[in-house]
Nanobody
Framework: QVHLVESGGGLVQAGGSLRLSCAAS????????MGWYRQAPGKQRELVAA???????NYTDSVKGRFTISRDNAKNTGYLQLNSLKPEDTAVYYC?????????????WGQGTQVTVSS
């Protein structure tokens, strides 16, 4: 079974930055598309940013110009750089990936990491 392990969340003041990481466990895995989602209290989970295996990206309008999604295929790891953070960015952030492994294909989710932005 393939797992995604997230790290990098925390508490930051408005205007600050954080970098989230999402690493796939297991050997001989290939990550296809990867996305970062977030869910704030009382709200639905929303897609924040996505990246294809070959590096094409897209972002939700509210984070364009502030967040950057990237990946390192050799490390099977994805990243989300969060700059110019705002209190409304406060949420639990989840990574999601379409993963090919020896045992099959998986739609995997990370465990979530809390991002809290204080005003």
């Amino acid at each position: 079974q393939v797992h995604l392990v997230e790290s990098g969340g925390g508490l930051v003041q408005a205007g600050g930055s954080l970098r989230l990481s999402c690493a796939a466990s297991g050997s001989s895995v290939v990550i296809n598309a990867m996305g970062w989602y977030r869910q704030a209290p009382g709200k639905q989970r929303e897609l924040v940013a996505a990246i294809t295996r070959y590096g094409s990206t897209n972002y939700t309008d509210s984070v364009k110009g502030r967040f950057t999604i990237s990946r390192d295929n050799a490390k099977n790891t994805g990243y989300l750089q969060l700059n110019s953070l705002k209190p409304e960015d406060t949420a639990v952030y989840y990574c999601n990936a379409d993963i090919l492994a020896k045992a099959g294909r998986y739609d995997s989710w990370g465990q979530g990491t809390q991002v809290t932005v204080s005003s």
